[in-house]
């Protein structure tokens, strides 16, 4: 009885291996059903938000960004590697850029309130 479960036992667990090692078997980029489902030749389509950070990149980022003279001249090489100070520099003239017209925000609003916020020296 025993060597029978044992028998049982090394057939349920030799049986894949022997089935799974035969010769015939079609690799992932021959099998033509595989391809259907995953052609990784289509064309991606990008999305919304894709499409908006894109525009935002081109039309408002770059250009204020490329106004600054010091911006121009610090980061003309471009072989250079990419460095986080490029990127704060580049932050602090945009932010410093596109708040200069704007009414003033939500947290100067609350500070200019004659009952809740500072007093004005």
Do not use: C
């Not at 999305?47 to 980061?75: A, F, M, R, S």
């Amino acid at each position: 009885m025993k060597t029978l479960h044992i028998l049982a036992l090394s057939l349920i667990f030799l049986v894949p291996f022997v089935l799974s090692s035969s010769e015939d078997t079609i690799s992932p980029s021959e099998n033509k059903a595989l391809k259907n489902i995953t052609n990784t030749k289509k064309e991606e389509k990008k999305g919304t938000l894709q499409n908006k950070l894109d525009g935002w990149l081109n039309n408002d980022w770059t250009p204020t960004v490329e106004k600054d003279k010091t911006i121009k001249e610090k980061y003309q090489d471009k072989t250079r590697d990419f460095t986080l100070q490029e990127y704060v520099d580049k932050t602090e003239v945009y932010i410093k850029e596109s708040n200069s017209g704007k009414e003033p925000s939500h947290h100067e609003k609350i500070n200019s309130l004659p009952v809740i916020g500072k007093k004005s020296q």
